[in-house]
C-alpha cells in the first residue's frame, strides 16, 4: 500500500513570504503530525490532527498552522518566512496510535 | 514534560565492529518505543519498536535493543556493522495519551568505515 506523501519534495522560498506543504497520509491513518528537523535542534514536534480537529501543538510561534480536511490529509503553512525555518517537515501519519508512518518530507530552504 | 537523550553524537566505527547506542527516556508512565534510522538523504525508517512483552526486542538488519524499566533505557545494539549501517539514528518515545507525538532524541550520526 502506498505510503505517506509529501508534497512538494523541495521548496525555495524568499524571506518574509508564505509556504504551504501538503501530506497525504495512509490510507485509513486518520491521524496525522507534522515535525521540523533542523541540524541545531533535531527533530521537533509541530502539531498533531485527527478528524480535522488539532489536538496537540508543539512549541512553535503562530506563524505555523495547520489544518486538516475530511479526507484526512493535511496542510502545514508557514507566514512570513524567517531564514531559521529552513528545515526538513515531516509529515506523520497513524491508525491506531501506537507507532507512526513518516513520509519523505518536504525541504524548505528560505534565502 | 517527557525527554528522550541520546548519549553519542558522532559514533565512528570500523566495519564488523560491534555497535551499541544509549538511549534514556524520562517519562514514567507507560511508553512506546522506537528507534528510527534516516540514511543520507532519505526518510525516517522503523528499525524496530517496544510496546510491551519481551523487552529485547528484535528489528531489520541484524538491529536489536534492550528495553530495560528500571533505567528507564532503550540501547540500540548490532553486533557487526557493515559500511552500509552508515545513517543517523533516533530514539523516540510515544507515551501512551491518546494523541500522535513521537518524541525523539537528538540523533546519533554513525559512520562505518570499510
Known amino acids: 500500500k502506498a505510503g505517506v506523501t509529501q508534497t512538494p519534495r523541495y521548496l525555495i522560498k524568499t524571506r518574509g513570504q508564505q509556504v504551504t506543504l501538503s501530506c497525504s497520509p495512509i490510507?485509513?491513518?486518520?491521524?496525522v503530525s507534522w515535525y521540523q528537523q533542523t541540524p541545531g535542534q533535531g527533530l521537533q514536534f509541530l502539531f498533531e490532527y485527527f478528524s480535522e480537529t488539532q489536538r496537540n501543538k508543539g512549541n512553535f510561534p503562530g506563524r505555523f498552522s495547520g489544518r486538516q480536511f475530511s479526507n484526512s490529509r493535511s496542510e502545514m503553512n508557514v507566514s512570513t518566512l524567517e531564514l531559521g525555518d529552513s528545515a526538513l517537515y515531516l509529515c506523520?501519519?497513524?491508525?491506531?496510535?501506537?507507532?507512526?508512518?513518516f513520509g519523505q518530507g518536504t525541504r524548505l530552504t528560505v534565502v | 514534560a517527557q525527554s528522550v537523550s541520546q548519549h553519542n553524537h558522532h559514533v565512528i566505527l570500523s566495519e564488523a565492529a560491534s555497535l551499541e547506542l544509549g538511549c534514556n527516556y524520562s517519562y514514567g508512565g507507560t511508553v512506546n518505543l522506537f528507534w528510527y534510522v534516516q540514511y543520507p538523504g532519505q526518510h525516517l525508517q522503523l528499525l524496530l519498536k517496544?510496546?510491551?512483552?519481551?523487552?529485547l526486542v528484535k528489528g531489520i538488519k541484524g538491529f536489536e535493543a534492550e528495553f530495560i524499566k528500571s533505567k528507564f533505557s532503550f540501547n540500540l545494539r548490532k553486533p557487526s556493522v557493515q559500511w552500509s549501517d552508515t545513517a543517523e539514528y533516533f530514539c523516540a518515545v510515544w507515551n501512551s495519551g491518546g494523541y500522535q507525538k513521537v518524541t525523539f532524541g537528538t540523533g546519533t550520526k554513525l559512520q562505518v568505515i570499510p
Open positions: 490510507s485509513g491513518h486518520r491521524s
Open positions: 506523520a501519519s497513524s491508525k491506531d496510535l501506537t507507532e507512526a508512518f
Open positions: 517496544y510496546f510491551s512483552g519481551d523487552p
